[in-house]
């Protein structure tokens, strides 16, 4: 399968990932390319520093110029705020299992090594817009479902 833009992974009248078990990640993601997948989310926390001082990770390996000015619509921190802001009321909504994901994210942690509370607090993270309901509602249900699945 050819490389794929996360854009073109996320649909919205669906209200999921196309192509997500086969994406792998990425180095760098621009504020139009974050849609919550788990790669972005650990992307973010990540560089959770950067962000909670309103600056944009730099690209890998490209070297930019502060004397560069564009015209924006925005103050220039407003995207990074938004974009860290969201992922950390994620994680605070997830309770302990989001301090126990974002531990798990500093470490470096690969996702199929994480504990089951840490991965299941990434699932709840992932998403476009807000949850409706509380975690331990969501895991609830999930669990629901899981069991239903294994008694049939």
């Not at 990074?80 to 909504?93: E, F, G, M, Q, Y």
């Not at 798990?104 to 607090?121: C, R, V, Y």
Request: include cysteine; proline fraction near 2%; hydrophobic fraction near 30%.
């Amino acid at each position: 399968m050819a490389e794929v833009e996360c854009r073109d992974c996320y649909d919205f009248k669906a209200r999921r990932y196309r192509y997500l078990k086969e994406c792998l990640g990425g180095d760098y993601y621009t504020y139009g390319d974050i849609f919550y997948c788990r790669w972005q989310i650990i992307w973010v926390r990540e560089h959770k520093e950067k962000f909670k001082c309103g600056v944009w990770p730099d690209m890998p390996g490209v070297i930019t110029s502060e004397s560069i000015k564009k015209k924006q619509a925005e103050a220039h921190f407003v995207r990074a705020c938004i974009t860290h802001a969201d992922v950390d009321s994620r994680l605070i909504k997830a309770k302990g299992d989001g301090k126990l994901l974002d531990k798990e994210i500093q470490l470096g942690t690969p996702i199929n090594e994480m504990d089951d509370e840490a991965k299941s607090a990434l699932r709840w993270c992932e998403g476009w817009g807000k949850k409706k309901g509380t975690y331990a509602e969501w895991k609830r249900k999930k669990t629901y479902r899981q069991r239903r699945r294994n008694e049939s």
